[in-house]
Every structure is written in structure tokens, then in C-alpha cells.
């Protein structure tokens, strides 16, 4: 089975209070894991696995933005792996880690 989420690595943060967001594809309890943005640690919410949008006094944190990526990364994995289990495509750490560094994708079907 495979699944992704996506996690707040808060012990990573740099100098100006970001800290990376990470995605995790974990199959057969092994991890494959990615950093893909960063955020300001108290704008992640945790409940729903995004950003939440800053306070009308405070700056923009491109949350929309951050949270299109997200989105557009869980749905092209979906894509993915659903194609992989469709046409009996072995689904390994090797081929998730790929997948996260952009190797590979759904409309890339010859690369699979």
C-alpha cells in the first residue's frame, strides 16, 4: 500500500523561521521523503496537512500558492500509483523517490 502525506520538519528551521515542508510517500513502512517548500512553522496546520492563510495584519505567506503545489503533488501521486497498480508496475522506494525528484511521471508513461 501506498500512501503520501505531508509533514513540517520544525526541527530544520533556518534563520529567517522557515522551516521545510516535506512529502513523505511511505510504502511497506520504508519512507521515501522530499523537501518541496517552506513556511513559517505556526501557518502549517496540521490537521489539515496545509497552509492556512495569515491574519489580515499579517504578510502574505504565499499560502495559496504553497498549497496549489500540494495539492497538484497529491493528485498527480494518485494519478500515478493508480497507474502503476493498473498495469502491474512494481511499486518500490526506488520508483517513489523518483517520482518526488520529477524523473517520472503519469503523462511520462514511457519512463515508467
Known sequence: MT???????????????FAPIKVNITINY???RRTIEKVKPRYWNNKKHRV???KPHEPDNDYKRINEHLDKLQDDAKRFFKYCNEN???????????FLAGKITYTK????
Open 109 to 112: 508513461q514511457n519512463n515508467v
Open 88 to 98: 502491474n508496475i512494481t511499486i518500490n522506494l526506488d520508483l517513489a523517490k523518483d
Open 52 to 54: 492556512d492563510k495569515p
Open 3 to 17: 500512501k503520501l502525506t505531508f509533514v513540517i520538519d520544525k526541527s530544520n528551521i533556518d534563520k529567517k523561521g
Open 30 to 32: 520504508k519512507k521515501a
